[in-house]
């Protein structure tokens, strides 16, 4: 687990959350009550809230919306004692990145990335063939981004490999990227989204992470860590797409090793 716990009350505004995450390099805050957690706070909840557009968002500054009209107020917590396999369950199972560990009283929070780091120092030989999704959500790179907004919701995904002409991959596209690109036109001043026919190979994270099929899970733990990606290509012999790793399949890991 990660500790000591950096926390925010329900009447903290937003600005002072995203100070903090960027301050300590976190990605989530519990939020506390006269000391009780009562929930939590992740980028992705700021991202996701704020993106909504709803009238009341665009009235109000940052710096004036409280937490709690932001946070996600179902706390899930687990005991100290219980084993990472359980913890990996109880992530998977909530769709969640994070848990407060206590019993009668909070010691920190273990995460995804917690889990991961603590992977990649096992000395397990799990191959990469066995944890990998063999489902990719692909895009050529001169695909625009109205297709590729698409394919995202279509697929319910949040990051699409980019591949050449043929099947091998030349990057990846987040929703971090879009969102780059989104706040681009508008500094631009432009009243649309995308005044430009902007493609794939515009916006795409390259060059691309990858690990061999017949790899091992530790060693693609250890690049994600090293390089703070959440996800690596898979790929053949031949350089071939063949899947995808990202931080559930790392929790599979775990689980199957039970390291």
């Known amino acids: 687990m990660s500790a000591p716990v950096y926390a925010i009350t329900p009447g903290d505004p937003i600005s002072r959350a995203r100070n903090?995450?960027?301050?300590?390099?976190?990605?989530?805050?519990?939020?506390t009550l006269h000391g009780d957690p009562v929930g939590v706070l992740t980028k992705a909840d700021i991202g996701r809230r704020l993106d909504q557009a709803e009238p009341q968002w665009r009235r109000r500054p940052i710096d004036q919306i409280p937490v709690?009209?932001?946070?996600?107020k179902s706390l899930i917590s687990i005991y100290p004692d219980a084993t990472l396999p359980q913890t990996c369950e109880l992530l998977l199972e909530n769709g969640i990145g994070g848990l407060a560990v206590r019993d009668e009283e909070l010691y920190g929070v273990v995460t995804k990335w917690d889990l991961i780091?603590?992977?990649?120092?096992?000395?397990?030989?799990?191959?990469?063939s066995e944890i990998m999704s063999d489902f990719v959500a692909v895009v050529h790179r001169r695909h625009s981004i109205s297709h590729i907004l698409q394919l995202?919701?279509?697929e319910d995904v949040d990051r699409v490999v980019v591949l050449e002409y043929g099947e091998q991959p030349i990057g990846m596209i987040t929703n971090s990227n879009l969102t780059f690109a989104c706040m681009s036109g508008a500094d631009a001043g432009s009243r649309k989204m995308f005044e430009l026919p902007i493609l794939a190979e515009d916006i795409m994270s390259a060059p691309l992470t990858t690990?061999?099929?017949?790899?091992?899970?530790?060693?693609?733990?250890?690049?994600?860590?090293?390089?703070q990606i959440t996800s690596i290509v898979v790929v053949d012999e031949d350089m071939?797409?063949?899947?995808?790793?990202?931080?559930?399949?790392?929790?599979?890991?775990?689980?199957?090793?039970?390291?």
């Not at 709690?68 to 996600?72: D, I, R, Y």
């Not at 990202?246 to 390291?259: N, S, V, Y």
């Open 20 to 31: 903090l995450m960027l301050r300590h390099k976190i990605s989530r805050l519990l939020v």
């Open 117 to 128: 780091k603590h992977f990649a120092q096992t000395s397990t030989e799990l191959p990469v």
């Open 152 to 154: 995202m919701e279509a």
């Open 211 to 227: 690990i061999q099929k017949d790899g091992l899970a530790i060693d693609a733990a250890h690049k994600m860590v090293e390089e």
């Open 240 to 259: 071939y797409l063949a899947g995808i790793l990202d931080q559930e399949c790392m929790l599979q890991a775990i689980i199957m090793t039970g390291e």
């Open 68 to 72: 709690q009209l932001v946070m996600t």
